[in-house]
């Protein structure tokens, strides 16, 4: 059952080339590593490194620009082969699918060629700072501010639950430039931490799942940056683009939530194939099999809908709308599918050493982060 064995109507054999290829690397490179980094809380900053030699970043960022030169499919096939080697400590959807983007889309041509060879490389770690200690989904109230001086800006404010947080060494920012103008006050500035003093990182926060991926506090105190920080070339745009980058950042969580249901269900069928009560498989019991089928009904029912999506925006015709209610839809089916599989488990679901019991912990995430479900929910009624 693995997830190759469904072709999608928007993979090409290139994209099938380059989920292969980075399935192997992530089995055989990284797998191995996976127990120390969730016991450090973070990959090793060298692993970063190794995802830009072997091509793992900025794979649809243009060839001129150091990028793999593909399109928004390559990015999906490396969250599919990411998701089926079972490693979650990774933040490369935010790096590549997130943060190269509003470089690429937004970005001045100085700014291009400034940061995005050096993302691809993995010189820079991208991490995308909106959520703040008072503001989680409510993007128009952030409060973090930038005051441009001559040809700086002043940025204070803290920023939390940031993925790559420990790592990350370039961060876009969502500032508020001017209080007085609600969402046209918003901008989104670039920091390079490593070329500021007043920058902080907090803690490397204790999720309970995820527990290799770095999600941190920030702070930001009279941290100043050029002007030429600024991402595009004016003030105020911050939440415009935020808007048009939001069904991306909602699709990658979607594709993701595909990528776990696949592996709960490979895990639980060959479990239940092995292991025996009352003298017989698990699996030769009805019940086992009406939850097997009921959850593989389930699977590809959402797979459909995530192709649907994928194949509408490589068209550019995704709306924000149907991007909120299939990333609600997914992922909350996602935590039901991965749920019923580990009760099949029995007392070994519970047990962190088995692979469902980290994908049942790290599922939860996926109905907060990217907008919370209820958000989603409330956003898509508006176009009703």
Same mark, same amino acid.
């Given at each position: 059952?693995? #997830?190759?064995?469904?072709?999608?109507? &928007?993979?090409?054999?290139?994209?099938?080339?380059?989920? /292969?290829?980075?399935?192997?690397?992530?089995?055989?490179? &990284?797998?191995? %590593? /996976?127990a120390a980094w969730r016991e450090a809380g973070m990959?090793? +900053?060298?692993? &970063?490194?190794?995802?830009?030699?072997?091509?793992?970043l900025c794979a649809s960022i243009p060839e001129n620009?150091?990028?793999?030169?593909? $399109?928004?499919?390559?990015?999906?096939?490396?969250?599919?082969?990411?998701?089926?080697?079972?490693?979650?400590?990774?933040?490369?959807?935010?790096?590549?699918? #997130?943060?190269?983007?509003?470089?690429?889309?937004?970005?001045?041509?100085?700014?291009?060629?400034?940061?995005?060879?050096?993302?691809?490389?993995?010189?820079?770690?991208?991490?995308?700072?909106?959520?703040?200690?008072?503001?989680?989904?409510?993007?128009?109230?952030?409060?973090?501010?930038?005051? %441009?001086?001559?040809?700086?800006?002043?940025?204070?404010?803290?920023?939390?639950?940031?993925?790559?947080?420990?790592?990350?060494?370039?961060?876009?920012?969502?500032?508020?430039?001017? +209080?007085?103008?609600?969402?046209?006050?918003?901008?989104?500035?670039?920091?390079?931490?490593? =070329?500021?003093?007043?920058?902080? +990182?907090?803690?490397?926060?204790?999720?309970?799942?995820?527990?290799?991926?770095?999600?941190?506090?920030?702070?930001?105190?009279?941290?100043?940056?050029?002007?030429?920080?600024?991402?595009?070339?004016?003030?105020?745009?911050?939440?415009?683009?935020?808007m048009q980058e939001l069904p991306q950042e909602r699709?990658?969580?979607?594709?993701?939530?595909?990528?776990?249901?696949?592996?709960?269900?490979?895990?639980?069928?060959?479990?239940?194939?092995?292991?025996?009560?009352?003298?017989?498989?698990?699996?030769?019991?009805?019940?086992?099999?009406?939850?097997? =089928?009921?959850?593989?009904?389930?699977?590809?029912?959402?797979?459909?809908?995530?192709?649907?999506?994928?194949?509408?925006?490589?068209?550019?015709?995704?709306?924000?709308?149907?991007?909120?209610?299939?990333?609600?839809?997914?992922? /909350?089916?996602?935590?039901?599918?991965?749920?019923?599989?580990?009760?099949?488990?029995?007392?070994?679901?519970?047990?962190?050493?088995?692979?469902? =019991? +980290?994908? &049942?912990? $790290?599922?939860?995430?996926?109905?907060?982060?990217?907008?919370?479900?209820?958000?989603?929910?409330?956003? =898509?009624?508006?176009?009703?």
């Open positions: 059952m693995a #997830i190759q064995n469904f072709p999608s109507p &928007w993979m090409s054999d290139e994209h099938r080339m380059l989920q /292969d290829a980075a399935g192997r690397f992530f089995r055989e490179k &990284w797998l191995s %590593r /996976d990959m090793d +900053r060298e692993a &970063w490194r190794e995802a830009g030699d072997n091509g793992l620009y150091g990028g793999g030169g593909g $399109d928004f499919g390559h990015e999906a096939v490396l969250i599919l082969a990411q998701g089926e080697a079972g490693l979650s400590g990774f933040g490369g959807s935010v790096h590549s699918g #997130i943060v190269a983007p509003y470089i690429l889309h937004f970005g001045t041509e100085q700014q291009k060629q400034r940061w995005l060879p050096r993302l691809a490389s993995g010189e820079l770690v991208g991490a995308i700072a909106m959520s703040e200690p008072g503001t989680g989904s409510d993007l128009q109230g952030v409060r973090t501010l930038a005051i %441009r001086e001559g040809d700086r800006y002043r940025i204070n404010g803290s920023k939390t639950f940031i993925t790559n947080g420990q790592l990350t060494n370039l961060i876009v920012v969502a500032c508020k430039t001017d +209080r007085e103008q609600g969402a046209q006050g918003i901008s989104l500035l670039l920091v390079e931490t490593d =070329a500021v003093s007043g920058f902080r +990182r907090g803690r490397n926060l204790d999720k309970i799942g995820l527990e290799a991926q770095d999600t941190s506090e920030l702070f930001f105190d009279d941290v100043m940056v050029p002007a030429d920080n600024l991402l595009g070339s004016q003030e105020g745009l911050g939440f415009f683009q935020m699709l990658i969580v979607a594709m993701a939530g595909i990528a776990a249901m696949e592996l709960a269900m490979q895990v639980t069928l060959a479990y239940t194939k092995e292991r025996q009560a009352f003298g017989k498989p698990i699996f030769a019991f009805q019940n086992t099999r009406f939850k097997l =089928a009921e959850c593989q009904a389930l699977l590809l029912a959402s797979r459909a809908l995530v192709d649907a999506a994928m194949v509408a925006h490589l068209k550019g015709e995704l709306g924000v709308d149907r991007a909120a209610l299939i990333k609600y839809w997914i992922t /909350d089916n996602q935590c039901k599918l991965v749920d019923e599989c580990l009760q099949l488990f029995g007392g070994y679901g519970y047990m962190k050493e088995y692979p469902i =019991a +980290r994908l &049942w912990t $790290d599922s939860r995430a996926q109905r907060i982060y990217g907008g919370t479900n209820e958000i989603m929910k409330e956003l =898509a009624s508006r176009f009703m």
